[in-house]
């Protein structure tokens, strides 16, 4: 498999962290940062995870915007025709543009650009 799998939560500081998605049976969630081990490839380090927000959690949709930043859930996107929030739905990534509007798949938009996110930036969601 080659699709890097990967989440962001914000922990109690309000950071933005990054690395596995742990979920316990209480229902809390932390992200394991990832390290680069002695064998080379990337293991999660039980000892370095820190607990997030879980209605912070994103995941990485695989794709980048123009400017190379990686596209997560719960971003705002926007280009020449649409401005929307990343969500998971029906088994894809899409842009919703609102409550009116619909969606459009992420895939087949070109020129996004990451503008902000839900959590931080809701107000840019305002027209």
Do not use: P
């Not at 596995?20 to 002695?38: F, H, M, S």
């Not at 995870?49 to 990485?60: C, E, P, S, W, Y």
């Amino acid at each position: 498999m080659n699709r890097k799998i990967k989440f962001r939560g914000k922990t109690e500081s309000n950071q933005f962290i990054f690395g596995d998605l742990i979920q316990y049976e209480n229902g809390d969630t932390a992200i394991g940062e990832k390290e680069i081990t002695g064998y080379g490839y990337e293991a999660t380090q039980i000892s370095n995870r820190t607990k997030v927000d879980n209605g912070t959690i994103g995941q990485f949709t695989g794709l980048h915007d123009k400017n190379g930043k990686e596209i997560y859930e719960g971003d705002i996107i926007s280009n020449e025709s649409y401005k929307g929030v990343v969500v998971y739905k029906n088994g894809s990534f899409v842009l919703d543009l609102g409550k009116s509007c619909g969606c459009v798949y992420l895939f087949c938009l070109d020129s996004l650009l990451v503008i902000g996110n839900i959590f931080d930036n809701k107000e840019l969601l305002e027209d």
